[in-house]
């Protein structure tokens, strides 16, 4: 299975979402080697921490999916972010 | 245009990759409000150097790609990773 066919079949399988704010970031890890290092494990907190540095993180809010197959590893997270303060009712 | 849409349209444009070992990273940043500010810019050279601190990167082997819609703000990076030292003619 190619990476693109693992973000293929993911979106498939969602709807549209709500008009809301939110972060979608998709990692997938294609080894050339079966039983390489999971970098993509290695990588899933990091970037969380990076993330948020530059946004309030509300837990509940995250939702993240790791996969994990012979050749690829993949890391699916969807993050609500809150409205900015004042925005919320800015209509 | 739903973050969906934006992945499965970028999905459909590609071909299967060969064999080899590579990190695709997509992002998307789905805005409630029209003209906040680009977080998508704002975390794509820190992920590059969360990237990096794990895996060496050959920035010829880096593609980037941003996009700047006026609700979704989206970046693509596609890494080629080096061969690990022992492994590239172990077949």
Redesign the interface.
């Known amino acids: 299975m190619?990476?693109?066919?693992f973000?293929?079949k993911?979106?498939?399988g969602?709807?549209?979402?709500a008009?809301?704010?939110?972060?979608?970031?998709?990692?997938?890890?294609?080894?050339?080697?079966i039983g390489?290092s999971d970098?993509v494990a290695?990588?899933r907190e990091?970037?969380l921490a990076?993330?948020a540095?530059?946004?309030p993180i509300n837990r509940d809010k995250v939702k993240v999916k790791m996969g994990r197959g012979e050749?690829i590893s993949t890391l699916e997270v969807d993050i609500e972010l809150p409205?900015?303060a004042g925005?919320a009712t800015?209509h």
Chains 1, 2 share one sequence.
């Open positions: 190619s990476l693109f066919n973000f293929n993911r979106v498939v969602n709807t549209a979402p008009a809301r704010e939110r972060l979608q970031v998709l990692l997938a890890h294609e080894r050339a080697e390489q970098l290695v990588l990091e970037i990076v993330i540095r530059h946004v050749q409205q900015p925005l800015a």
